[in-house]
């Protein structure tokens, strides 16, 4: 089988999947030829993802935190693929505030996104997975690093790193693997759509002036370690893999 052709016949779901980390290995699942099923919020980006994915794809609007949407899409991944051989449960939202300003609101919203979406996405999906399937979770280095106007974000992404060893614990009877992907400071077009153009220009710059290799990463090196850990890393489970130039090794 050449390599253009690794992943043929796979079925993969992946949530937050029209932007972003979670197109770009939409991108690369379909390239070499799995049939994917993305989710995401909206409804605009998500029919531009499904035109540039083509007919491989299929994009299921749904919010990643609500139990019912959930359902749904559990549902619609049994009506359209049966069964799936990989999860990659990559919805998230940021969210920056100081300590002192952080609101319930704020708390509770990266909370139910980032923690709760996930831990149901598996517990709903998991009867789906074949055997020898693996489920990636995307973490980040603010879990380890403690940095300022993220405490929020990062306690609800840390609550998803303890997931990631106590779900590969849970489904070792089914022989599924749960691994999560930790990504650093990546280009995905986020600092775009949340400030001004310059301010985000200056932010990558010194972003990357940060990093050990200083650069940022690029989606599609996050979405080559996620197809590692969903298919290749065949002996590692409850492991996070830092995709962050070494930014939180070094």
Do not use: W
């Amino acid at each position: 089988m050449s390599d253009m052709v690794r992943y043929e016949d796979r079925r993969v779901v992946i949530t937050g999947g029209s932007s972003g980390m979670g197109l770009a290995t939409a991108s690369l699942f379909v390239d070499e030829g799995a049939r994917v099923l993305i989710t995401g919020r909206d409804q605009t980006a998500l029919d531009a993802a499904r035109e540039k994915l083509g007919e491989n794809a299929i994009a299921v609007r749904g919010d990643a935190s609500s139990l019912p949407d959930i359902d749904a899409l559990a549902d619609r991944v049994k009506a359209e693929f049966g069964t799936a051989d990989a999860l990659f449960a990559n919805a998230g939202v940021n969210g920056f505030a100081p300590f002192e300003a952080t609101s319930e609101e704020l708390l509770d919203e990266l909370l139910a996104i980032n923690a709760k979406g996930p831990y149901f996405t598996v517990q709903k999906l998991a009867p789906l997975l074949t055997e020898g399937s693996g489920v990636v979770l995307t973490t980040s280095v603010a879990n380890v690093l403690g940095m300022p106007m993220l405490s929020a974000y990062a306690a609800s992404k840390a609550a998803l790193r303890s997931m990631t060893r106590s779900l590969a614990r849970e489904l070792l009877p089914q022989k599924i693997r749960v691994n999560a992907v930790s990504p650093g400071p990546i280009d995905s077009g986020i600092l775009e759509k949340t400030m001004p153009r310059e301010s985000a220009a200056r932010t990558k710059a010194q972003m990357a002036a940060d990093n050990p290799m200083l650069r940022v990463g690029a989606p599609a090196e996050v979405a080559e370690a996620v197809a590692f850990l969903a298919f290749d890393a065949t002996y590692t489970t409850g492991a996070e893999l830092a995709v962050d130039g070494g930014g939180s090794q070094l």
